[in-house]
């Protein structure tokens, strides 16, 4: 009897050794999968049982959160929802996160392991830190004036600090407010289905995920492209380029919208915005030289990050020569985002340098203490010096006397282009009005910002959409809040 | 007693003859001791709790440590006074998974205010002590409980039928419902039916052992012999499937194949038992729409994940356990209420798990450990074999229901619903197992005792051989 009585607690043992052994297996080497799994509301639990951390812009946060009592506790709330919606994104217990509240989510919502104290501190207590901070660097009164200035019309503005990338306004319009997407009831399943329906896609952000056809502002790049090739030496010299310009290879004639065009000089020529010369000179030029300048630019980039990904902005780099033709004044495949053409504006008037945008400035823990500075790409030579002054040459040409002038501004040096593009079937769509445009101190030479606007405005008579008409004064009231 | 000995002494007188030994010490002060930890601790976690869930000290909480102070003070003086050879570390290990179970229950309580369950818990665990002293007193000697091995089969039998009578709870007809009360007879019942099968094999276990029919190498006993046993865990095992309990019947069937083997010391009936548990779940799994349900949300426990259901109770549970890792979530600040019904009785080992991770869980099956460990322990050093075989299928009721509902919510076997010794919410299952507390004690009081003189009056074995 004593032996079975051994074997039977030695069985009990066994029993319990096997449990420990399972719940190893449990608790440790499957748990990764176990809390990762979607089904497992405790991430999100936790998430939100504690108030996300805030965006801020120009050092105040536009961001709070609410308690709301319920299981997932904290909601997120938006001081100025539908100004700054394009940056901010919103934060949804139904619908996740989007832009900067997707790009730092692990900051805001303190799962990144840079806001531990140790590394593995999360692993080993299960619990979060509060939420970080993060620091944009949206210009407030820029972001104010290009929300006015767009009031409500279908379009974007994306401004840029030219020296160092600085994304300073970035404005979608018609936008929405991210408030009514925060929590997780009916009413915000009910705002997403409305949003999501609406003809005016309030939820698409125009400066980032839309592109257009960037139509005569796309000339700068053109312009870049002559000159760097070689094509043209002297901006003042007459170019002598037939008007009207017969498409290479077809029976297509193309024209100007104002006469002066055939002995212009490129700088003539790009105040008048003549098309026969552009689409000649990217021709002249060749699709590699067209294709190599685009990109230097940013054009056909997959991988821009602001840190939110930016559309890829287009520059066909297979057509004949009369699709490329059309491409070099902005026609045809070419589009481009309203931020790729703010881009383009900043590289002008930062010298021929290219700075990638950013929209973070730093990234700091609840206390303040900096976690991380934004990321900063690189600054890329997209043209030598010397063209880059001769483009400005010409862009304040184009303030100075040409179709930009409702964006001078008096005592700085302004410098622009306007665009008008078609674009639909056989041009049947309302054209979209677009101005690219830089400031600078007139005394230090420093550029202040570039501001990229487009007007998609399906209200006004065509005639009465030009870039300087439509789009150019908002560029102005942009410029002119940022050098406040 | 080895088993040599044991057929040796086939017909000697009822008390064996355990081999001289020195007295052992009584142990009583460090069992004051211990029950001042299991207490202490208890009321650190009722004040953890709180903590936890950024409240003040909870309002209940001296009242509490006090209440359960004073339940194991009554109970150490019940055996210091009644039975001062028993086992220092049964007592307090038995209130401290009280303690804590009642910890787990309030602190559950706190996830749904409408419906607490802590304050009937705290009068079960009141009944069950007060029924250990009861025991611990009135029981002198646990060779009485021979005698009434048979009015324990019957009453066994009939507190498992009784529940037929009354409506099903999710599926299954375990409850008598009266008076607001709900009672598990079916807890009960279990003591009582190891209560007649350790006294019918310990009068039975030569004839078992040594007499019937050759089969090859493998003796079959004498069908007069196993057929009352036969006959009423048949009966038992039939009823639990009409009830729909099929963990219970599981136990039975445990605790009898256990003691058969400790009875006879023969280990086919090991192979025996296995084969026809084995048999036995294979067709209940298959005929059985609950039980198959159970298999395969064993089986594939995140079915309804991928069938847009969402998880279902066990990927839950494993959700629990797995959020827990080493150290747990810390008492309260767990999501183990995302399991939803039965969290404070089947799946409350969920909690424990994620709150405090794989070491409380290693800490806690580590006293389940002990608590089984020392009822074998007395069953070993026992002379006589009702006592022994009463003490392992006590021992072994706690350790194959830790097993059974453990396994269950980890995912290594099906779940069966069983309430964890102590820690789940279940008065009858809290009580019980006092009362199983209670009998260990006894016997260990017995087996630790210095030699007492044979005693004229000890009871006979009904039908034993003579």
């Not at chain 2, 548990?277 to 298999?295: D, I, K, M, N």
């Not at chain 2, 847009?308 to 356990?321: C, E, H, M, T, V």
């Amino acid at each position: 009897m004593t032996r079975a009585i051994r074997h039977t607690a030695a069985f009990s043992f066994l029993l319990l050794v096997a449990l420990l052994v399972n719940a190893v297996r449990v608790q440790l080497i499957e748990a990764d999968g176990y809390n990762a799994n979607p089904a497992n509301r405790r991430a999100s639990i936790v998430r939100y049982a504690q108030p996300r951390g805030t965006v801020d812009v120009g050092g105040s946060p536009v961001t709070g959160s609410r308690d709301s009592g319920g299981r997932l506790r904290y909601e997120r709330t938006y001081t100025e929802g539908p100004l700054y919606a394009p940056v901010t994104g919103f934060s949804s217990q139904l619908y996740g996160t989007s832009l900067i509240e997707h790009a730092e989510d692990g900051i805001l919502a303190g799962t990144d392991g840079r806001l531990a104290l140790f590394p593995g501190w999360g692993r080993l207590t299960g619990a979060l830190r509060p939420g970080g901070r993060v620091e944009t660097t949206i210009n407030p009164a820029m972001q104010r004036a290009a929300y006015r200035g767009l009031d409500g019309r279908k379009g974007a503005v994306a401004a840029v600090e030219p020296r160092t990338g600085r994304v300073l306004a970035l404005v979608s319009s018609p936008s929405y407010d991210p408030n009514e997407l925060s929590g997780n009831g009916a009413s915000v399943s009910d705002a997403w289905r409305r949003l999501n329906r609406s003809e005016r896609q309030p939820m698409l952000n125009r400066a980032l995920r839309q592109t257009y056809p960037p139509g005569s502002v796309f000339k700068v790049v053109t312009a870049t492209a002559a000159l760097e090739s070689g094509r043209v030496r002297d901006i003042d010299a007459p170019l002598d380029l037939p008007d009207p310009y017969t498409l290479p290879g077809t029976h297509t004639s193309l024209g100007n919208p104002a006469p002066g065009c055939e002995h212009a000089s490129l700088k003539e020529a790009f105040r008048l915005s003549c098309n026969t010369v552009f689409a000649r000179l990217g021709v002249d030029v060749g699709l590699r030289e067209m294709a190599g300048t685009a990109e230097r630019f940013g054009f056909n980039d997959r991988g821009l990050r602001i840190p939110s990904p930016v559309v890829r902005s287009t520059f066909d780099t297979r057509m004949d020569p009369a699709q490329l033709a059309l491409s070099s004044i902005g026609q045809y495949d070419t589009a481009a985002t309203p931020l790729q053409m703010a881009m383009v504006a900043a590289a002008v008037a930062n010298d021929g340098q290219l700075t990638p945008p950013h929209l973070v400035d730093k990234v700091t823990d609840a206390g303040g203490v900096l976690v991380a500075a934004g990321e900063r790409r690189p600054t890329q030579e997209v043209m030598n010096p010397a063209t880059a002054e001769q483009l400005q040459e010409m862009m304040t040409e184009v303030v100075a006397h040409g179709s930009g002038r409702p964006a001078a501004i008096d005592g700085f040096t302004v410098g622009g282009k306007t665009g008008t593009a078609q674009h639909g079937e056989r041009n049947e769509g309302m054209p979209y009005a677009w101005f690219v445009s830089w400031v600078r101190n007139k005394d230090n030479h420093e550029p202040v910002a570039a501001v990229a606007v487009v007007v998609e405005d399906a209200e006004a008579e065509r005639e009465d959409i030009s870039g300087g008409g439509s789009a150019g004064p908002i560029a102005r009231a942009v410029m002119a809040a940022g050098l406040r | 007693m080895t088993a040599p000995a044991a057929k040796r002494a086939a017909g000697a007188h009822p008390e064996g003859t355990p081999p001289p030994s020195p007295p052992l010490p009584k142990r009583r002060g460090i069992e004051l001791a211990l029950l001042m930890g299991a207490v202490l601790l208890s009321a650190c976690g009722y004040v953890v709790v709180g903590f936890a869930r950024a409240h003040p000290v909870p309002s209940g909480a001296a009242g509490y440590g006090a209440g359960l102070g004073g339940l194991a003070l009554l109970a150490h003086l019940a055996v210091r006074l009644r039975a001062p050879y028993a086992d220092p570390l049964l007592l307090p290990t038995a209130v401290l998974l009280n303690g804590l179970g009642l910890v787990l229950i309030f602190r559950l309580d706190l996830e749904t205010p409408a419906d607490p369950a802590a304050p009937a818990q705290l009068v079960w665990s009141t009944v069950g002590v007060g029924l250990f002293i009861a025991v611990v007193v009135l029981l002198r000697d646990h060779r009485t409980l021979q005698r009434y091995a048979d009015g324990c089969a019957a009453l066994a039998l009939l507190l498992m039928v009784v529940p037929i009578f009354f409506p099903a709870v999710n599926g299954a007809r375990i409850w008598i419902r009266a008076a607001g009360f709900s009672i598990q007879p079916g807890e009960f019942a279990k003591v009582l039916i190891t209560v007649f099968f350790a006294a019918y094999l310990a009068a039975n276990r030569n004839a078992l052992a040594h007499t019937g029919q050759s089969v090859g190498r493998l003796r079959l006993p004498a069908g007069q012999v196993l057929g009352p046993v036969v006959t009423i865990w048949l009966i038992s095992v039939g009823v639990l499937v009409l009830e729909r309990d099929l963990g219970t019947s599981l136990l039975f069937f445990g605790i009898f194949v256990v003691l058969l083997y400790v009875a006879t010391g023969r280990t086919g009936w090991i192979a025996v038992g296995v084969l026809l548990a084995a048999a036995g779940s294979a067709a209940v799994g298959t005929l059985e729409p609950h039980v198959h349900g159970r298999v395969q949300d064993w089986l594939h426990p995140f079915a309804g994940i991928t069938a847009g259901r969402g998880p279902g109770q066990l990927a839950q549970s494993l959700f629990a356990f797995a959020a827990g890792g080493l150290f747990g979530t810390g008492l309260g600040q767990g999501h183990s209420y995302l399991i939803g019904f039965a969290q404070k009785s089947d799946f409350i080992l969920a909690t424990w798990g994620e709150e405090l991770g794989l070491a409380g869980l290693t800490a806690l099956l580590v006293l389940y450990a002990l608590l089984v460990g020392r009822g074998y322990q007395a069953a070993h050093g026992l002379g006589d074999p009702f006592g022994s075989l009463l003490a392992v299928g006590l021992a072994a009721l706690p350790a194959l229901q830790v097993f059974v509902i453990a396994g269950g919510v980890t995912g290594l076997i099906p779940l069966t619903g069983m309430a964890l010794p102590f820690l789940a919410q279940g008065g009858s299952s809290v009580v019980t197992n006092w009362i199983i507390v209670a009998l260990l004690v006894r016997i260990s009081d017995r087996a630790r005792a210095p030699r007492p003189a044979p005693d004229p009056a000890a009871p006979t074995a009904p039908g034993g051989a003579r």
